[in-house]
């Protein structure tokens, strides 16, 4: 067994050995400064189909050689070239990494400043977050995902306990951050609500669909915030509501329903905020009065 990892994870013993020998090697990298587990085998929630997850931490001002993650990266790669970008090829947030193609399975590796994760995180901690849409699809990248990958990653290479630090320090969902989280989202599903109304009158399919998806998305961001979660991305966002104890009724069926109701959708997902605002406890004040 890796240090870092229990049985709880259940990762089969041919990822174990894959991910033993990513680790040793990433090890012996100067400059890197931690190696994590994240994804759905940290969240203990992969299936046989899943990825490995692998977050490298360095430091802005010593940061590792791309070409010595790139000769890591060649040394397991079964599919030709492997993908290897330098820092922040794929965005501010997510910032660079490797995708590659093993014997045992699809790595990836993910980039991550031990500046950038601790800013964010102090940031958040003062009730300040952001979305970027243009980052990742479907509904774009949250800075908060950072915090959640924090939370929930397996240090399996922390030698200046820098990870630990880190962990602590999302331990508590910070309150700041939950009243944020809930005015911002609940104002903007509230005013994309109005919009949405106007487009269906106008059968404006284009970006009623749009509206739909967006105040959807806004809700869901609501409900993490107030059961005090913290959301890791949009491909679980649904079965991990689906099991917090704050809550629509039939949440998932609800969603479904209004994505997919185009015109018809407007008194699903009119409810669907009422609904979540009312779980909020108050915390929710428009910040204008709309018609």
Known sequence: MIDGL???IRLPKEKQGLLGHIVNDLR???NVAAIVLGGSYAMRQATAASDLD???YYSDTKAFSIDDIRSVAREYDVGGTPTVTGFYEWGPWVNGGAWIKTASGKVDLLFRSIERVSSTIAKAREGIWENDYEQQPPYGFSSIAYLAETQCC???????KIVAKLKSEVSVYPEKLKRSVIQYSLWSAEFTLSHAVHFSHKQDVYNLAGCLARATKNIVTALFAINEIYPIGDKRAIDILENAPKRPDQLRER???ILRAGNDAIPGLQMLFAETRELAGGVYQPFYQLE
Do not use: F, H, N, T
């Open 6 to 8: 229990d049985d709880s």
């Open 154 to 160: 397996l240090p399996l290479y922390d030698p200046g």
């Open 28 to 30: 012996r990298v100067e």
């Open 255 to 257: 969603v479904e329903a």
């Open 54 to 56: 692998i977050g490298i």
